[in-house]
Structure formats: structure tokens, C-alpha cells
């Protein structure tokens, strides 16, 4: 990671700008939406490999900034939801893409009932944290 | 459609806070199929996305939309080896890629 980050800052102009965008681990909230309503079903479960690979790109940003490579200007985070119309459909999405997480038979049940006690308008949703920042490609650098 | 990522567009209302994408030269990191890009490209002047799965920058050449063909670009490529110039970019985002 540190290796990207030598090349990220190799290929910017003086003064250019990263933006690290990234999901944090925290085990994301499932949850079923019916209009303004939402309904807490469970959690998708982030495993070890996710956790590690988070902590890595941390010490790795930290270590870029550390060596003066990049100022950090701004570090904030958002919601970001990602939506199926049927849990059949978000249990295809998560096979085929989660790779360090997974959701819990008991996530999946849950889900199960509460969008067949809330009829065609039952959506279902994971509900995550992305972190953003914003670093600067500073001038001079004397490590490189 | 099966699966709808962030209808609300939080993502890219952050970035347009965040970046200074208004006609830079912009290289993102782990584009897959372009779920992102084709929120701010309209804006920059020249877009290369990249990442390490074939399939994904298949579709996103594919779903390239015509008014975009001109200024955004995917190639296969590695961050640890960016087959780019020095000084290449104003802006790199790194996309759920570090």
C-alpha cells in the first residue's frame, strides 16, 4: 500500500490532490425500509481479513504522511446505502462480492420476515460508514 | 434493478465538496465498472480510470456513455506500477481501493 501511494504521489502535479474514499469495519446495520419507516434486521459481519486490511491502509496513509509526502486538509465520513427489492437478490450480491464480510443466517431470517410482514414496498438495505479524505501533494520532498 | 447503490448520491455530493474535479485530469483508483466515475467525469476534463478485474473495466468501457467517450479512458493497471509519466494527474481518488 505504502508502494501505491509513492506512485500516487509520483504521478501528481505539485500541489495535487488525493481522495481516499473507503468503507469502514463496524459490522454494517441491515436494515428493512418501508417508506420512512426503517427496521433494524441485523448486522453484516466484517471478518478478520476486512479488519486487517483496514488497519493496514491506515498505517499506510499514516506512514505517507509521516514521511511528508502528503498534508491531510479534511477527514470526514458519510452514510452510504446500497438497496435490493428482494432478499433473494441481495443474498446473490453478497455471494458474488463479499469477500471480508458476511451476513449471518440469523441477519437473513430476520430480513426475511420483517419484508414479508411489510408487503411489495419492503426494501432492503445495508447501511454503511465511508470514511473521505483529503490530502495534499506537498512541493519538496526530501524521502524520495 | 437488483441492486441500487447510494440512490441518495451522498458519495459523489461529498466529493464534489471534498475535490477540485472542475476540468482536472483525474486518475481513479479501483473504478470496477465505473459505478463512480460517471458521476463526476461530465465535469473533469480527461478521467483514466484503472483497476485489477478485467470483467469490471469490460463493462465499464461498454457502459461508457457516448458524451464521455472522448475524456475517460480504463486500462488494467496495478497502483504499485502506474504506467503513467510523472506529474500526470491533479486529482487521484482512491476508490474503496486503498
Redesign the interface.
Known sequence: MVHALKEVWRVLVPNGQVIDLRPISENAPIEVVVGDQVLFAGRRIDCVEGIADDIAANEAIESAVGSGWFVQEYAGSFKYNTYWNTLAEMKIYAEENYTSSYIPEEAFIETHRLMAENGKEAKVRIHRTISISQYRKRFFNLHL | ????????Q??I???QD???LAKAHV?E?GCGEGR?TWRYAEVARYVVGIDLKPKQLTVASQECPPALRSTVAFSLAN????P?????????????S?
Do not use: Q
Not at chain 2, 1 to 8: I, L, R
Not at chain 2, 84 to 96: K, N, Q
Open positions: 434493478m437488483p441492486t441500487e447503490h447510494d440512490p441518495e451522498t458519495e455530493k461529498y466529493l471534498t475535490a477540485n486518475l483508483i463512480l497502483a504499485e506500477t502506474l503513467f509519466p510523472r506529474e500526470s494527474f491533479d486529482l487521484v481518488i482512491l476508490a474503496w486503498l
